[in-house]
């Protein structure tokens, strides 16, 4: 039976770098597995007081029930202040919620940081790590996979060239990898 896989991208703008690095990296997966962008740009900041019976926000409702679909996720995201951006945190503590039903709970994960810049999203790679350490994923380690200069690594259309292909299919192997075991 075929796996699906949800690609969460960080950035909310049109045009964003990182999905089009995400773009690059859906092909690479194996038949068996089926990658599907879920969207995170519509959910209300995370509040407790709306989250009770009768007020939860539909938002909210939805993504959780997308996310129970998934056997996995692909995060690929920028760095923001050294960190992750605030709407990809937002989607990170509504999927945590409610108390013992987070959907992502043992959900195998793979980590993509995406910049224009040389540090290459190393704070934001490893800042969600840390979140998802505390949400029990397990999280491919190698390859690590910081992007740097993003704006030199695609071309007019949107695509990577041959050599960083066959880095990202490494990457996309190792997730592969660890998805099989669970
Ligand atoms: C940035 N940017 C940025 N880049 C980086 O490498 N480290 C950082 O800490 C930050 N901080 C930061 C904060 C805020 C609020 C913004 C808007 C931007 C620059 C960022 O990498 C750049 O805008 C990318 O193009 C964002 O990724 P997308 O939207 O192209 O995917």
Redesign the pocket.
């Known amino acids: 039976m075929s796996k699906k896989i949800a690609v969460i991208?960080?950035?909310?703008?049109k045009?964003?770098?990182?999905?089009?690095?995400a773009n690059n990296l859906v092909p690479l997966f194996p038949e068996d597995y089926v990658p599907e962008f879920v969207e995170i740009g519509d959910l209300p900041l995370y509040n407790e007081d709306i989250d009770v019976e009768g007020k939860t926000p539909e938002e909210y409702t939805k993504f959780r029930n997308k996310m129970k679909e998934m056997s996995g996720v692909l995060f690929?995201?920028?760095?923001?202040?050294?960190?992750i951006?605030g709407g990809l945190k937002n989607a990170i503590d509504v999927g945590s919620r409610p108390y013992g039903e987070s959907i992502w709970d043992k959900k195998p994960a793979a980590i993509v940081s995406?910049?224009?810049?040389?540090?290459?999203?190393f704070?934001?790679n490893h800042i969600l790590r840390q979140s998802l350490v505390f949400l029990n994923m397990p999280v491919v380690q190698q390859p690590e996979a910081y992007l740097?200069n993003?704006?030199n690594m695609l071309d007019q259309d949107g695509k990577v060239s041959e050599g960083t292909t066959t880095f990202f299919q490494s990457i996309v192997d190792s997730f592969v990898d660890l998805l099989n075991r669970y």
Not at 9 to 13: A, D, E, I, K, N
Not at 76 to 83: A, D, F, I
Request: hydrophobic share 30%; aromatic share 6%; net charge positive.
């Open positions: 991208v960080g950035s909310l703008r045009g964003a770098y990182t999905r089009q690095i690929v995201t920028p760095e923001y202040n050294r960190s951006p995406v910049s224009p810049g040389a540090i290459s999203g704070g934001a740097g993003v704006t």
